[in-house]
């Protein structure tokens, strides 16, 4: 169930992928980020989809990433966390300043997630640069405002989460997932295999 899906999204370095290995780690089915696997894939075969190539290219295969990964979700009970969704394509394409095109607002209109979304603020103090991300920090800034206005754009509700420990993170998503089947901390789902983005 759509419902059943629940998207973390923001800018890059805001500590999304922290929250998402610690969720993972108790217990909850976890999407990882499309773009920084499909970089390091890029990178080690000398492809052009890639942020810094060919972004066109890039945001189509992240598109049919992410819908691949919405389709695999299904096979799981329970709530599934998912590092972006394809909103955020939307978003990317506002970043970029062209046009979204028919078929990205198609797929997000489509491919539904839980209407309650959590955003990672910019955080300067943990915002880091490394090998798969080279924007500085005031694009990342750009990048949180353009997920703001696709996932608004879209119809969900938009959560911001502290400038806090992923503890306290963690405790601020269980606190606000009851109607996704909201579990006490500590106490994963039986069963719950690692969900990726690739088999």
Known sequence: MSSQYIVITGGPGAGKTTLIDSLRRAG???VDEAGRQIIQDQLSIGGQALHTGDSRLFAEVMLSWEIRSYRQASQHPGPVFFDRGIP??????????QPVPAHVTAAAQLFRYHQRVF??????????TDSERHQDFAEAVRTHDAMVAAYTQHGYKLSTLPHSDVASRVTFLQHHISATGRRSPGSPRPGCPELRDAS
């Open 28 to 30: 909850y089915a976890c």
């Open 88 to 97: 955020d394509l939307v978003g990317y394409h506002l970043l970029l300043g």
């Open 119 to 128: 955003i990672a603020p910019p955080w300067p103090q943990i915002y880091t």
